[in-house]
């Protein structure tokens, strides 16, 4: 994943269309992307979905960018074939929980609130919408942990916080915009808390420097000391949180 930055005008918007790669015999999902921001080229594994995801330039035909992903067929298969395959959110399963792995149960079909205690998740409820209800209450999780974070930061630095949402994003993991709004992926809930100190203070310290020189690295570490501990996390295991549901 990469990081957003705070910008002061409106990008055009991304273009986006999936299609299905034919290599080999097997229907690949592929996501393609104009972007903008994009410089070059670039394809990514999506293992989530088992899929792959190609970005390009705002100019560049979107075409381009299958026939690109199809020059490089021979290293898509070997990336999907060696991806961790997905976790599905169900009765059983272990889902981390702040980095810590908890396991699924499903309570049986009387009605209340999902619970988390001695190692477990427990969700109540018919069992067809155990999926659904729990990761709705991982989202709510996650905001509920990423906002008091942010708000605490932000008090620290004496800057205003404007609203704070959740989202499913694959290519980043949080944003600051223009007028002081945070984002932030709702799939930190299942990384370490010192992972989500660090995005937290990452994107705070966006709400004074709207850059990442050095004026911004320097404030990040005045807000949290873990900044090479979760970078290096991140880029070891920050893909295998797109496993989960």
């Not at 149960?105 to 999926?131: C, F, K, M, N, S």
Request: positive net charge; glycine residues 10%.
């Amino acid at each position: 994943m990469a990081w957003g930055r705070r910008v002061r005008r409106t990008p055009r918007p991304i273009r986006e269309e999936t299609v299905l790669l034919s290599v080999e015999g097997r229907e690949i999902p592929l996501r393609v992307r104009q972007n903008p921001r994009a410089r070059r080229l670039t394809l990514r594994i999506d293992a989530a979905h088992g899929g792959a995801v190609v970005t390009l330039p705002a100019a560049t035909p979107l075409d381009e960018g299958v026939d690109f992903a199809r020059r490089k067929s021979g290293w898509l298969l070997d990336r999907l074939d060696r991806a961790p395959k997905p976790i599905p959110l169900a009765d059983g399963a272990e889902v981390p929980y702040l980095g810590e792995l908890h396991l699924v149960r499903h309570a049986g079909e009387t009605r209340g609130l999902i619970r988390r205690a001695d190692g477990e998740i427990v969700v109540p409820g018919g069992i067809e919408h155990l999926p659904r209800r729990l990761t709705d209450w991982l989202k709510r999780e996650a905001k509920r942990e990423l906002s008091g974070r942010a708000r605490d930061l932000a008090g620290r630095i004496g800057k205003p916080v404007g609203r704070i949402s959740v989202r499913d994003t694959r290519s980043r993991w949080g944003s600051c915009s223009s007028n002081g709004n945070l984002s932030f992926c709702w799939r930190l809930i299942l990384a370490p808390e010192f992972v989500l100190d660090y995005v937290v203070a990452h994107e705070v310290a966006h709400l004074i420097e709207h850059n990442h020189g050095p004026g911004f690295w320097k404030l990040v570490g005045e807000l949290t000391d873990n900044t090479a501990r979760a970078k290096n996390w991140l880029r070891r295991h920050g893909d295998s949180l797109q496993r989960y549901g």
